[in-house]
């Protein structure tokens, strides 16, 4: 069982940054593979970025890909999601997921623990 927190949410205006951080707490957690995931009203759950928590390797969904950065710390047991440059079609509720595998997964139904999620929102 794995608890995942997301925070760092807000209101931006167009070309700056955001920084969200998912807290992930439970046991084995090397064993899982982390992801983000962005939903915007009457639209379906889309993969945003994925990393392996033991190795660190990274994909990311073609839309943010120079954008966004994701990063882990085994330490603090976190995983951020560093966002640059953006624009008002990243507005959505975005959520933290977690499954236990290594194999890298983008779609939803794929994972099996969420976050609550965390809005954002870019102005134009």
């Known amino acids: 069982q794995v608890q995942l927190a997301e925070s760092g949410g807000g209101l931006v205006q167009a070309g700056r940054s955001l920084r969200l951080s998912c807290a992930a707490s439970g046991r084995d957690l090397n064993t899982y593979r982390m992801a983000w995931f962005r939903q915007a009203p009457g639209q379906e759950r889309e993969f945003v970025a994925g990393?392996?928590?033991?190795?660190?390797?990274?994909h990311y969904a073609d839309s943010v890909k120079g954008r966004f950065t994701l990063s882990r710390d085994m330490a603090k047991n976190t995983v951020d999601l560093q966002m640059n440059s953006l624009q008002p079609e990243d507005t959505a509720v975005y959520y933290c997921a977690a499954y236990r595998g290594s194999r890298l997964r983008i779609t939803a139904p794929m994972y099996d623990f969420w976050g609550q999620g965390t809005q954002v929102t870019v102005s134009s």
């Open positions: 990393i392996s928590w033991s190795g660190g390797t990274t």
